[in-house]
C-alpha cells in the first residue's frame, strides 16, 4: 500500500514539475513588462547554484548532518579523484547548452507544440543506448519510435487555413528558430543522459555527489556562456535584471527537476513515467489554450499528438530501458 502511494505521489510530483516547468518559463518569455527582460543565461547560471545547494545538503542529509562527514565525503568524492570528476565536465557542457536551448525554443514556440517536439528525446536516447551501450530494443520499441517520428512531424505540419497561414508566415522565422532548438536539446539531451549513465554504472558515487560534480561544471560554462553572450548586458544592469517572481520559479523548477526525476525514478517504472508525460503534455495545450492562448489547435496537431502519448506507453510496454536519473 505504502509503494502504491509513493508511486502515483511521484507520478503527480513529475507531471507537476514538467507543466509548471514548461508553462512558466513560456509565460515568463512572453511576459510584457517594464523594463529589460531578464537573460536566459543568468537563469542557467542561478539555477546551477540552486542545484549544488540542494545536492550538498542532500549528501549532508545522508550523513546524518555531520559537518565532518560532509567534508570528508566531498574531498574523496571530488577533490581526490580528480579524473572521475573530469569525466563530468563532457555532459555538463552539453547539459548547459540544452538548458539555453530550452529558453530558445519557448521563446519562439508555444507550450503544447514544445511538449510534444520535445519528446523525440526517447528516439535519441534509445539510439543512443543502443550505440553506445549495447543495448537492445524490442519490437514495441522500435515500433513506438516510427509512431513518435510520425506524431512529431504530424505536429509541425503546417495548416491551410488562411488565418493560419498569415500567422505561420508572420513567425516562419521564429518557428524555425525554435524547432531548431528543440531538435539540437533532444540530441543533446539523449546523448548526455547515456554518457551520464555510462558513468553512473562504471562507479558506486552517490547521484548526489555526482549532480554536485555536474553543477560544478555546470556553473563554470553557465558564467563562461553569460560572458560571452550577454557581457556587456550584464555589466550595464547586472545578472539579475528583468527579475521577478515568475523568473524566480522558473529558476526554482529548472534548478529541481532533475532532482524530482532522480526521486521519482525509485518509486516509479516506465508506464507511469510514461502516463506522467502524457498528462503533462495534455495539460500543457489545454493551459496554453486557455490560459496562455498562444496556441491554435488543429486536427492534425491532436491527431500527431495522439501517437506521441501512444508512443511513450508503447517505449515503455517490452523491456525496462534505464532513464536518465539525473537532469531533466
Known sequence: MASSRLKYLSLGVLVFQTTSLVLTMRYSRTLQAEGPRYLASSAVVVAEVMKILTCVMLVFKEHSYSMRALNSVLRQEIANKPIETLKLAIPSGIYTLQNNLLYVALSNLDAATYQVTYQLKILTTALFSVSMLGRRLGVYQWLSLLILMAGVALVQWPSESPAASEKEALSAGSQFVGVTAVLVACCSSGFAGVYFEKILKESKQSVWVRNIQLGMFGLVFGLFGMLAYDGERVKESGMFQGYNTVTWAVVALQALG???????????????????????????????????????????????????????????????????????
Open 258 to 328: 532533475g532532482l524530482v526525476i532522480a526521486a521519482v525514478i525509485k518509486y516509479a517504472d516506465n508506464i507511469l513515467k510514461g502516463f506522467a508525460t502524457s498528462l503533462s503534455i495534455i495539460l500543457s495545450t489545454l493551459i496554453s489554450y486557455f490560459w496562455l492562448q498562444d496556441f491554435d489547435p488543429t486536427g492534425v496537431f491532436f491527431l500527431g499528438a495522439v501517437l506521441v502519448i501512444a508512443a511513450t506507453f508503447l517505449y515503455g510496454y517490452e523491456g525496462k530501458p534505464a532513464p536518465n536519473p539525473s537532469r531533466a
